[in-house]
């Protein structure tokens, strides 16, 4: 007798299935494999003054270039150029993103001399802190502070008025130093009070003493810290004012990029983009300096101050 061999349907499906299985993954290893993480390397060359360098990104392979600067300048790019205003040492980091996954090297670079032209008051540095140093307070009219999503300078969600500037007196009192050092010192003296707005120290809408401040809000007590400025950056090309240090903060205290925090600083740096740089307004003797913050989406804080004409 005869016995023909033949597979049962559903092992002959089974194996199929397991054939079929093994070929995807197989195909997908191969076609999904990262490969090796290049090691990322780069190039410093002379730019266009003693002050100015370009890094040119020299990773094998392809690669997407992320830099930032001991400064706080951030570039994106595998040709950039960064300015440094004062003599001495900086590192400055490449991150290179590849298909492999991500790496950095960090290299020192040297500056044989300071900007003779930084303070220059048509500078945004030289503006904000003279070639000394430069005392701005808030400017006392109406508008000073205001909060919107229309915009930058936009205060259809609140502004302040010419009342706020008596009813505000402890927050108009405020001095904001900024010195033209190589440190980038930036110090707040909020003359031993604050505006408590129904957050800060006991939560009143008036002002109080500056010893109410208690827990993490007493980081945006009165202090040293250090600024930056990032020439050409910002929504309108002005620059970019980097504050450094954390409770570090120029108007609403609880305003911060990305949002707003109440209960005390977050992060250790705020960046506000410079809206405006106006020299002795009307002949007046005074500058003005308008500053904004994105709080998230469209919403922006505008805070204005005014200093003695350089």
Not at 69 to 80: A, E, I, L, R, W
Not at 289 to 297: F, M, Q
């Amino acid at each position: 007798m005869n016995k023909n061999n033949y597979a049962h349907p559903l092992k002959t499906l089974m194996g199929g299935l397991l054939i079929l299985t093994f070929s995807f993954h197989a195909c997908m290893e191969e076609k999904y494999s990262l490969g090796n993480i290049p090691t990322p390397d780069f190039e410093v060359q002379a730019g266009a003054d003693a002050n100015t360098l370009v890094f040119v990104n020299s990773t094998p392979g392809t690669s997407i270039a992320y830099w930032e600067t001991s400064t706080g300048q951030k570039f994106k790019g595998d040709n950039v150029s960064a300015r440094f205003t004062f003599e001495g040492e900086y590192d400055v980091t490449l991150t290179a993103v590849t298909p492999g996954g991500t790496a950095t090297v960090t290299k020192q670079v040297s500056i044989s001399q300071s900007d003779p032209t930084a303070c220059n008051p048509d500078r945004a540095l030289g503006f904000i802190a003279g070639c000394t140093e430069k005392v701005w307070r808030y400017n006392p009219e109406a508008g000073t502070f205001k909060v919107g999503d229309a915009g930058p300078d936009a205060g259809n969600w609140w502004s302040s008025t010419d009342g706020d500037v008596t009813g505000r007196a402890c927050e108009f009192n405020d001095e904001f130093t900024f010195q033209f050092n190589a440190e980038g010192t930036f110090i707040y003296d909020n003359k031993g009070d604050f505006f408590a707005d129904g957050y800060l120290g006991t939560k009143t809408t008036g002002c109080e003493p500056a010893s109410n401040l208690s827990g993490d809000q007493t980081l945006w007590n009165s202090g040293t810290f250090n600024f930056s400025v990032i020439e050409g950056a910002g929504v309108n090309s002005l620059g970019q004012l980097v504050l450094t240090g954390k409770g570090a903060h120029i108007g609403i205290k609880k305003a911060h990029n990305g949002g707003e925090t109440p209960t005390g600083p977050v992060g250790n740096s705020v960046t506000y983009d410079i809206l405006a740089m106006e020299q002795n307004v009307g002949g007046k003797g005074y500058d003005i300096l308008k500053l904004g913050v994105n709080i998230g989406g469209s919403g922006w804080w505008t805070f204005t101050l005014r200093a003695a004409a350089n």
